[in-house]
């Protein structure tokens, strides 16, 4: 059980991730492009390495072994006319073919005529042809077609003639033109292809200066190179008629941008040096410098030679007079240009960008076309002199050499090499003997085969050493040979201009200013190999092979034939490693030149030329042996030897003479005579140039990841989230131009006005018109809306007209030079685009095996020209033979020996490739008739009935020696494989991986789309240039054999491909095992995979069980390929449909940026390309693909691009895409319907269902987060659901559209939807039912296909965090990060928070409740935890608490939360007694931390809320609006109202407790209290004993003390008084005084107090660092301070606390003391103003007035009783005194005038209660009476009795 469980859950594993199959189909593929690149037939130099015994031989067509074939297919005879014109040739004529243009030409001594290849007469029986005939008469010496250059001629002119005579080069145009308007004389048209081409010779007339031209060349940009028979290098060049340049509106300038290759602006810049200005303007700039005879009047002309073989600089030789150069050249040790004689041919090779040229005498030069990129100088780098070369590697084969000699000793003789060895070198030209046989013939002289002597068309003797044509061997055939000379008997020279470095290594892609492929200072020879041997009769004879093993006879290389009678080439072609000599036989008139030297007439007739052909031989020939195997089932080893068939190597041909009856005799001859030249009319195609063009990227590059996609300018300003919007620039610059009518100078490159007067001087200097180069234009109109919104109907991309087949712009480039190894693309600023690495924009050209590229080559006609006509010969494939071989094998194709013959001669693999690829419809099968559905029913037959099964075979130890041989093992990586095994896949696994990959090389590692910002105008960004990798032919082409590909693996391999291998099935989808080797049901998997567990612990495999496995195996390989085939079918048609909605204007646009760079590898393979593209697909069809702003009604096309999109691209175009676009449809058109209108709601209705629908599908998190266009920092919910919107978050987009119908609830639908997709809790409830089965709808969908690619399991997104609060958001990612589920989750709440909020701060109160109420109905608790954060944060507490939710109640419950939040909730939801409760016990907790303040506060809220529920169960709650709950028990309100008084009680504790805390830390007192003491003092609520016995009685603190003991209502009188007088003597000492009386009062006052302070009597007149007590200082505080503490404690309910009489007593003692130190001697008595002290402190502590009259009454009474009567008058009329001023004091209140604020009087309603009761009047009365007793001093008395009298009557007047 075990062990079927880990099986069970690694299979689970390998599919749980949907992208997991494609990316081991894409290693699989990666392996099978990597094999084609790196096999020994793929590059010409590595089949001479691998040169070995029986290779480099030459093999006749045999039936045994099928091969390319040549034939000749037709003959095309000269038209009539021209062959009756070749008959009157008076001096020379010359023929030939342009194989690029498909044109054929012939002159006849000075008149050129020109035909098209595949012409056919003109109706009427005319022929069709044009011709030209030079004005002066001259013969024609050479013709030469060239590409025009850009800018000079108009469009129509598609190329450029060029004819040379003896004293002049001519240019002629070829222009297209309509067919019937060529007129029926044939000279100025001829109908070409589907139109017509017409001659128009120009007035471009170059003088050869009496130097013949002999040869002409042209470069692909328009260059023309010319060869001289002085043996220089010209180029002709040319310019516009006139001397200003031609104005370039800016409208060409963005043509050129966008469709083409130059960056903006395109205008040259017009500050060139003067060197630069006289190599493009040649001698007429130094005529326009120095002054001229000539007529002024006169234009100079615009073409001009150039020199590039003189040793002058190209500036010397375009100025000085070409006598003159010439001259220079001659000059001592300058060297002679004319040693290796006349140049004959020039080729170029664009890809190198280099160009060879030919002499006569044998000699190749090399050119560099580009030393210098930013100027168009050329350098000759290389000369090498081949025949000497040629005879020091002949020199070195024939002694047996193992190794190349030395060069070193001469500049003219190239470097030698022997790649494969000294064995390779002898093998390719016959051995030592074959060496040694070539010098003879060398030696001896050059012959023609009628004894005449050879000579060249210029009249100098050639040998069959000598060189007669060179070929450009390209890069798709090998990636070090660059050149193929053949020579006049028919060697290959095979060269290399390349570096030596280069050479050994190989050369890489370009990644700086030096360029590899640039030719080097010495030429290579690395090979020569000798024709086959053809005797000079014409037959194939001569010495054979045999193989030691038993291989099939071949011809050794060789030249036969005696001195004199040896054939010698005429013509000769060399192309894709095809080979054609025209080989001269005997002929009937002897003379092959003209007296003159010149070219041969063509009247001379010859019986004809032999045609011989090579191909390429791939045949497996040669055994091999391999060592004895192990027995699969025992493992021990068998005697049972085994062979198997390989190609022989090195530079093996085929040989085949189309003309021969057989394949060894030469029955006839080409009619016609000499061959003048041989070329292949095929054309490449765009898929062609894609398949070359497609080296694979290596591990480095491959690692590089996702370029960053490109975001337009406008939107990088508008959707910044962490800006405001700003409004249009209204700048005086911007008003400034657009104002109408203004003008402005500028230079064409766009310099400043520094540069505008630099050019108008250089104009007058070079006489040019002033207005050269400049531009006046006026101002272009805005180019975007001064609105905002007008920003979304403004393109953002514009599509190139050119596409990447052919190499992407270099405007998206990366131009830095950095390493190959550093491949990843350049980060620009955020508005430009991502650079992209040269490999990626243009990949280089890959050398492939032949095999590999023959499901897309034609059959291509080969063309020999001669006097006879056009000889068309058909090549045809190997693919092309094997459809011949299946159609001839009948019904019997499983068992023809032709074909069987066919799969042993190829190899299995390969055989199965090629049937496949028949049987989808490539080459041969690519027609629709019954011919090619007959072949492809027989190639899926041959494949099948030759597949073999797959193996698992065990491994074998190196035994005696050996190994398994590398054929014979497993190239696919396959998990699952047993310990000590190894798997070896079927022939047809094998071919259909091949097959795949080669149907997905001219794509595969190549960017989809490039995009490049667009320009700025006007400071207006201008939409950016979106350049595609394919056209819609191109794109189909390469779609459909992948189509056809994926239908034959539907039919075929139908039990791995319609249920995924090891997923359960029910039982009707079990399948029984198909014949025709077709494979088993994935049923088995999981019995494999306990078969596999188990068996391996034992390591070993019974048979059955070995051969189980392997188809399993296999089956899940054939799976995970047609997953990758199915993907990348539907990207292409997704790229084809995506090209199409560009051009919609009801949809949103295509965001090509996020396609930038990306491979179709990667779009294929990878999931954040599949996120990115659904981001693009969101944002096109569904979130904004109906903007109601533009208010377009939806089309049809746009509904039917909808569908396919959902048909056909299901596998990228999510359902969620699908539902999303239907419903912003029907929210279009109900917004366009009338608010409450019935159908609006309809409508409505219908976009809640889609929108809601959509929901279910949306997994993919950047899509949903908007992260995939913009990253910044930790962003806000605001910034987070603005960033959603801004960038097409369809979920952003389905609320809003939700929002603007009013359905809220459905905004919470859809969010809490989406939130579930990603990990959230809502459930999806009835949306069950509505999404139903999308794989219903869609026939072309598998069952297992449904949501495949669009869904990430929890494993892709990381664990969840338990909170997803935004309250600490995660860092927004860059492009190609992960945005993670937590990610996508908080921006679903974000987006609902976003309309919650705009609902909570506007007037739509219901909305907001409606929306709450259904967010409270979630049962997902992490997002109603967000939700209540939210609420929180943005500070809507009235919407949080209005919730009644017991989750909230227990979210707010929380520790960490604030408890206000819980008390208010309490409180909003009418539980005043649990928010009392909360409050109390948060309060009084012991273990937390909170201060005591914070307690204090609590206490408070804790007795307002008991307060509240006390007044609501007395009367019923009637004060409270909405109160309806019932009244509380008897013992419910008896328990609340003990919980008020505690929680008071408490209150008041705390409240001196903080009292006490603020006076210790005010005060030095902390350093009394240990650190635990002030800990607790802080932070608990410390009991009011302890309060007072620990803290405030020993600190002293006698303020607190007496709070103390009036809060517990303690009435100890002595303690009271004591803490009083502290108080008294704590604001009073330390101090001084002068008066003795003052000193005897302050002892006996401290003497009753705790207070231990300073008392200084000092004398009078001194001084004392002491306050002095009769300076009064200290009565203002202690007034201050008895008021303060006397307000607390006095009037409530404990008056005892403020003893009045005693406080009176000890204040009037002060005063009396104060006043007597005071006055020194004047008597107290004298009336006073205002209100004593001490009064004022009772007055102002709020004691009564009679109150005080009474404890002023008991304080003389008190004294009496003391003194028993014994009281001294003085002390009797000082109390009265003291009464009097309380008196005046009372009346003087009572007399105030009443207050605004309406308060009451109180002493007047005292005193005249105190009037009424008659009590005041008569202690007046005794007071009189007393005073009169009174006679120590009779003035005092008398005054205090005045003052009483006066007092008696206020009093009376008031009462």
């Given at each position: ?45 590595r089949r001479i390495v691998s040169s070995g015994s029986g290779s480099h031989l030459y093999f006749p067509m045999e039936q045994q072994f099928p091969g390319a ?337 030395s060069s070193s000793h001469s500049s003219t003789i190239g470097n030698i090499t022997f790649p494969g060895g000294g064995s390779s070198s002898q093998a390719g ?1427």
């Amino acid at each position: 059980m075990t062990s079927t469980t880990q099986g069970d859950s690694a299979m689970k594993d390998y599919w749980s991730d949907d992208f997991a199959p494609l990316e081991a189909a894409g290693n699989a593929v990666l392996a099978a492009l990597r094999k084609d690149e790196s096999a020994p037939d793929a590059d010409l130099y590595r089949r001479i390495v691998s040169s070995g015994s029986g290779s480099h031989l030459y093999f006749p067509m045999e039936q045994q072994f099928p091969g390319a074939i040549m034939t000749h297919k037709k003959t095309v005879p000269l038209p009539p006319t021209l062959a009756q014109e070749l008959q009157t040739t008076r001096v020379s004529s010359l023929m030939g073919l342009f194989p690029e243009a498909e044109l054929v030409w012939m002159t006849v001594d000075e008149t050129l005529y020109l035909w098209s290849s595949n012409s056919t007469a003109v109706p009427g029986g005319m022929e069709d042809f044009c011709s030209f005939t030079v004005l002066t008469g001259q013969c024609i010496v050479s013709v030469g077609l060239v590409k025009p250059k850009k800018g000079v001629f108009k469009d129509v002119v598609e190329w450029c003639l060029i004819v040379s005579t003896p004293e002049e080069v001519i240019l002629c145009a070829l222009a297209r033109a309509i067919p019937q308007s060529m007129n029926n004389s044939g000279e100025n048209g001829f109908v070409h292809g589907q139109g017509a081409l017409k001659l128009i010779p120009t007035r471009f007339v170059l003088p050869t200066d009496s130097i013949p031209i002999l040869s002409v060349c042209g470069t692909p940009d328009g260059r023309i190179f010319l060869g001289g028979y002085d043996g220089c290098l010209y180029e002709m060049t040319y310019d516009s008629v006139g001397d200003s340049q031609p104005k370039v509106s800016n409208e060409e300038r963005l043509n050129a941008f966008y469709n083409g290759d130059k960056p903006f602006p395109s205008s040259q810049s017009n500050g060139d040096s003067m060197a630069c200005s006289l190599t493009r303007f040649g001698k007429r700039a130094l005529s326009s410098i120095v002054p001229s005879s000539s007529d002024p009047s006169k234009l100079p002309r615009k073409c001009r030679k150039l020199n590039h073989s003189a040793h002058a600089s190209s500036v010397v030789s375009a100025i000085m007079p070409s006598f003159l150069v010439k001259a220079a050249s001659v000059v001592p040790f300058s060297g002679d240009t004319t040693a290796a004689g006349p140049i004959v041919n020039i080729i170029v090779d664009s890809e190198r960008s280099c160009m060879y040229t030919l002499s006569s005498r044998g000699w190749i030069s090399a050119f560099d076309l580009c030393p210098n990129p930013k100027s168009n100088e050329i350098r000759q780098t290389a000369t090498i002199d081949m025949e000497k070369t040629a005879r020091l590697y002949l020199e070195a084969v024939s002694h047996g050499r193992m190794y190349p000699p030395s060069s070193s000793h001469s500049s003219t003789i190239g470097n030698i090499t022997f790649p494969g060895g000294g064995s390779s070198s002898q093998a390719g030209v016959g051995g030592m003997d074959g060496a040694r046989t070539l010098l003879k013939l060398a030696d001896s002289g050059p012959k023609r085969a009628d004894g005449a002597r050879r000579r060249s068309p210029q009249g100098r003797s050639v040998g069959i050493l000598t060189p007669i044509s060179i070929h450009v061997i390209s890069r798709k055939e090998s990636g070090r040979l660059t050149l193929m000379a053949i020579t006049d008997g028919g060697l290959r020279y095979y060269l290399s201009s390349l570096s030596t470095n280069v050479l050994n290594s190989g050369p890489g892609q370009q990644t700086g200013p030096i360029n590899p492929l640039a030719p080097s200072r010495k030429f290579t020879l690395c090979h020569v190999r000798a024709p086959p041997p053809i005797d000079e009769n014409g037959s194939l004879h001569g010495a054979t092979s045999f193989d030691e093993n038993g291989g099939i006879e071949g011809y050794v290389p060789s030249i036969r034939g005696r001195s004199g009678k040896l054939p010698h080439v005429d013509a000769g072609y060399y192309g894709n490693g095809t080979l054609v000599l025209a080989l001269e036989q005997n002929a009937s008139q002897g003379g092959s030149t003209t007296t003159n030297g010149g070219p041969r007439p063509a009247t001379v007739l010859f019986a004809g030329d032999a045609i011989v052909a090579t191909e390429p031989d791939a045949v497996a020939r040669k055994k091999l042996s391999l060592n004895p195997t192990a027995n699969e089932t025992t493992g021990h080893p068998q005697q049972a030897q085994r062979t198997v068939m390989t190609v022989p190597g090195g530079i093996t041909e085929t040989v085949a003479l189309p003309l021969a009856s057989t394949s060894t005799d030469v029955g006839s001859v080409l009619p016609g005579g000499r061959v003048h030249d041989i070329a292949s009319m095929g054309s490449s195609s765009s898929v062609l140039t894609l398949f070359f063009h497609s080296q694979t990227p290596s591990d480095a590059e491959l690692k590089v990841g996702l370029v960053p996609a490109y975001i337009p300018p406008s939107r990088l300003k508008a959707f910044d989230v962490h800006q405001p919007n700003r409004p249009p620039s209204t700048s005086p610059l911007d008003t400034a131009n657009t104002s109408t009518g203004s003008r402005s100078i500028v230079v064409a490159n766009g310099r400043g006005n520094g540069s505008v007067a630099l050019t108008i001087l250089s104009n007058f200097l070079l006489s040019r018109p002033l207005r050269h180069g400049l531009l006046i234009e006026r101002p272009l109109p805005a180019l975007e809306a001064s609105d905002p919104s007008a920003m979304s109907t403004r393109p953002l991309y514009r599509l190139s007209t050119r596409y990447g087949y052919a190499g992407f712009s270099t405007t998206a480039a990366d131009t830095m030079t950095r390493n190959r190894s550093s491949t990843r693309p350049v980060t620009t600023s955020g508005s430009k685009s991502a650079r992209l690495s040269p490999w990626l924009l243009r990949p280089a050209v890959a050398a492939l095996d032949p095999f590999t590229v023959q499901h897309l080559l034609p059959d291509v006609p080969i063309v020999a020209l001669n006097s006879g006509g056009m000889h068309f010969f058909t090549n045809k494939s190997i693919l092309s033979i094997l459809a011949d071989t299946l159609i001839s094998a009948g019904v019997n194709v499983g068992n023809d020996e032709s074909v069987s013959r066919f799969f042993a001669s190829y190899g299995f693999s390969q055989g199965c490739s090629m049937c496949l690829s028949l049987a989808v419809g490539c080459g041969p099968a690519a027609d629709s008739g019954q011919y090619s559905s007959d072949l492809r029913t027989r190639a899926r037959r041959a494949a099948l009935s030759r597949a073999h099964v797959p193996k698992l075979v065990k491994k074998q130890e190196q035994q005696n020696g050996g190994t398994v041989p590398a054929a014979l093992a497993s190239t696919e990586n396959n998990d699952g494989v047993p310990p000590g095994y190894e798997f070896h896949p079927s022939s047809l696994s094998q071919g259909l991986t091949v097959l795949v990959s080669r149907l997905l090389r001219p794509v595969w590692y190549k960017a989809a789309v490039v995009v490049t910002e667009g320009p700025s105008l006007r400071g207006k960004s201008l939409p950016a240039k979106v350049e595609l990798l394919l056209d819609d032919q191109t794109l189909e082409e390469i779609r459909q054999p992948l189509y056809s590909l994926q239908t034959l693996m539907k039919g075929v391999f139908g039990p791995a491909i319609n249920v995924v291998p090891g997923a359960q099935r029910q039982a009707v989808d079990r399948m029984e095992v198909e014949d025709e080797n077709t494979f088993t049901s994935a049923m088995l998997y999981h019995g494999y995979i306990r078969g596999q567990v188990e068996q391996a612990a034992r390591n070993t495999l019974t048979p059955r069980e070995a051969e189980t496995m392997a188809r399993l195996i296999e089956e899940r390989n054939l799976h995970s390929l047609y997953r990758l085939v199915s993907r990348s079918v539907q990207l292409l048609s997704l790229l084809a449909l995506l090209k199409r909605a560009q051009y919609l204007p009801e949809l949103h646009g295509v965001e090509w940026g996020l396609l930038h760079g990306l491979t179709v590898a990667q779009l294929v393979q990878t999931r954040d390309c599949q996120e990115r593209l659904e981001h693009l697909l969101s944002s096109l069809v569904g979130a904004g693909s109906l903007s109601p702003a533009l208010n377009i009604a939806p089309s049809a096309e746009s509904e039917e691009l909808a569908q396919l999109l959902s048909s056909e691209c299901y596998l990228y175009f999510s359902p969620a895409s699908h539902y999303a676009y239907m419903g912003f449809r029907a929210a279009n058109e109900a917004l366009s319907c009338a608010p409450g209108s019935s159908r609006r709601i309809a409508l409505s209705n219908q976009t809640s269902e889609y929108l809601k629908r959509a929901s279910c599908y949306w997994y993919n998190a950047p899509l949903i987060t908007g992260r995939i266009l913009h990253g910044q920092g930790n962003e806000s919910f605001e910034q987070i659901a603005l960033r959603a919107m801004r960038f097409d978050s369809p979920l952003a987009k389905a609320a809003d559209a939700l929002f603007q119908l009013s359905d809220v609830v459905s905004i919470v639908d859809v969010c809490l939807t989406t939130a579930s997709n990603f990990g959230g809790r809502s459930l999806k409830q009835e949306l069950g039912a509505i999404t139903g089965n999308l794989s219903e709808s869609n026939p072309n969908m598998l069952p297992w296909e449904r949501m495949l690619y669009h869904k990430r399991t929890d494993a892709h997104y990381g664990t969840r965090q338990p909170n997803t609060s935004l309250s600490s958001p995660s860092s927004t990612h860059v492009v190609g990060a992960a945005v993670t589920s937590k990610d996508a989750l908080s921006t679903c709440y974000a987006i609902l928070f976003h309309y919650l909020s705009l609902l909570l701060n506007s007037t739509s109160a219901d909305l907001a409740r409606k929306m709450i109420d259904a967010c409270a109905k979630s049962p997902d608790q992490e997002f109603l935890h967000s939700l209540y954060d939210y609420l929180i944060r943005t500070k809507h507490f009235s919407a949080l608490l209005q919730i009644s939710s017991a989750d909230l109640e227990k979210w707010l419950s929380r520790p960490e939360m604030d408890i206000d939040l819980i008390w208010q909730y309490y409180r909003e939801q009418g539980k005043d007694v649990q928010a009392g409760e909360v409050m109390r016990k948060r309060a009084c907790e012991q273990s937390s931390t909170l201060d005591i303040a914070t307690r204090i506060n609590f206490l408070r809220k804790a007795l307002s809320s008991y307060t509240v529920a006390i007044q609501k169960s007395t009367d019923g709650g009637q004060a409270y609006a909405g109160w309806n709950r019932p009244l509380l028990s008897d013992t419910e309100r008896e328990g609340l109202q003990s919980a008020y008084t505690e929680v008071s009680e408490t209150l008041d504790v705390a409240v001196l407790q903080n009292r006490t805390l603020r006076m210790v830390q005010s005060t030095s007192l902390e350093s009394k209290l240990g650190d635990e003491q002030l800990s607790r003092l802080k932070s608990t609520l410390v009991p009011v004993s302890d309060l007072y016995n620990e803290y405030a009685a020993p600190l002293s603190l006698s303020d607190v003390c007496l709070l103390i003991l009036h809060s517990c209502r303690h009435d100890d009188v002595d303690t009271i008084r004591t803490l009083w007088q502290n108080v008294i003597c704590e604001e009073i000492f330390p101090c001084a005084t002068r008066s003795p009386e003052a000193y005897r009062y302050l002892q006996s006052l401290m003497s009753g107090s705790v207070v231990d302070q300073i008392i200084r009597l000092v004398p009078e007149g001194s001084t004392s660092n002491l306050p002095f007590f009769e300076d009064g200082d200290w009565v203002v505080p202690l007034s201050d301070r008895v008021i303060s503490l006397g307000q607390e404690v006095y009037g409530n309910g404990a008056d005892y606390v403020f003893p009045v009489e005693f406080l009176a007593s000890k204040f009037e003692g002060l005063r009396q003391v104060l006043d007597s130190a005071k006055s020194l001697g004047t008597s107290m008595f004298t009336t006073s103003i205002g209100t004593p002290w001490p009064l004022q402190i009772l007055i102002g502590v709020g004691v009564p007035f009679l109150a005080c009259f009474e404890a002023y009454e008991d304080m003389a009474g008190n004294e009496e009783r003391e003194m028993m009567g014994g009281v001294e008058a003085q002390r009797r009329l000082l109390h009265i005194y003291m009464t009097v001023d309380l008196l005046w004091a009372w009346v003087a209140a009572a007399n105030e005038s009443p207050r605004g604020d309406g308060s009451e009087n109180y002493a007047l309603k005292e005193l005249t209660r105190a009037v009424s009761s008659g009590i005041l009047l008569s202690r007046i009365d005794s007071f009189k009476a007393s005073l009169q007793g009174i006679a120590p001093n009779p003035d005092e008395a008398r005054s205090v009795l005045d003052r009483l009298s006066t007092i008696e009557g206020a009093i009376k007047r008031i009462a």
